[in-house]
């Protein structure tokens, strides 16, 4: 069974930079057709998506964040990383890993989640 | 950039059908995917590619496509399905993600 865990500081500073990880276990990240995805949810929102991964390093990212936001894969390790930059305290919320099934270049879907993390920005 | 409109809310009584739906321009070119997500848990997978029940998911829980607007309908609806559900498509243009702004069901 395909489980996904993300770790990082629950606390980060207003201005600095969120960086958060996940750990595949179960499943290698490096198999084809899976792309590996970070989604967000603010307090009192919906699900935000911030960006994908593929395990040879290819990226898609939100266009509202594309600025801020850098995701590395691990494969050595099978985890994959997020860097938000510059946070502010809208970036606080939920932060959930997870693996993004591609069936065909139009059909794309989470398939397995993390439990998700909170993250504060506050000084 | 492309956009999910779900109505913020809907409440059934239990045993009764309830119906969630998610607009969208030209829903009907796309791929439409439902999640359901309970406060404090990881969102879960209930319906992919607009109407395929992943394993586990329970008959109770259908996805359907008309024109313009895709639907969850959840009949024989339970206490425990009390959760937040969003719909979710691959916007191809534009290489991204895009959720809906999520339904919250409610079982009087």
Redesign the interface.
């Known amino acids: 069974q395909l489980q996904l865990q993300e770790s990082g500081p629950g606390l980060v500073k207003p201005s600095e930079t969120l960086s958060l990880t996940c750990t595949v276990s179960g499943g290698s990240i490096g198999t084809s057709t899976y792309y590996w995805?970070w989604?967000r949810q603010p307090p009192g929102k919906?699900?935000?998506?911030i960006g994908?991964i593929y395990y040879s390093g290819s990226t898609?990212y939100?266009?509202s964040l594309e600025s801020r936001v850098t995701i590395s894969v691990d494969t050595s390790k099978n985890q994959f990383s997020l860097e938000l930059g510059s946070v502010t305290a809208a970036d606080t919320g939920v932060y959930?890993c997870?693996r993004?099934k591609e069936?065909s270049?139009?059909?794309?879907?989470?398939?397995y989640?993390?439990?998700?993390t909170l993250v504060t920005v506050s000084s | 950039?492309y956009a999910l409109t779900q109505p913020p809310s809907v409440s059934v009584a239990p045993g009764q059908t309830a119906r969630i739906t998610c607009g969208g321009n030209n829903i009907g070119g796309?791929?439409v995917?439902w999640?359901q997500?309970k406060t404090r848990?990881?969102?879960?997978?209930v319906v992919?590619?607009d109407s395929d029940r992943?394993s586990g998911i329970p008959e109770r829980f259908f996805g359907s496509k008309s024109g313009s607007t895709a639907t969850l309908t959840i009949s024989s609806v339970e206490v425990g399905d009390e959760a937040?559900y969003?719909c979710?498509v691959?916007d191809?243009r534009?290489?991204?993600?895009?959720?809906?702004?999520?339904t919250k069901l409610t079982v009087l």
């Open positions: 995805g989604i919906g699900l935000e998506w994908n898609d939100d266009p959930f997870a993004q069936w270049a139009s059909i794309r879907y989470f398939d989640w993390g439990q998700g | 950039s796309k791929s995917h999640y997500h848990q990881a969102p879960v997978l992919s590619d992943p937040d969003y979710q691959w191809v534009s290489d991204r993600v895009v959720f809906g702004g999520g």
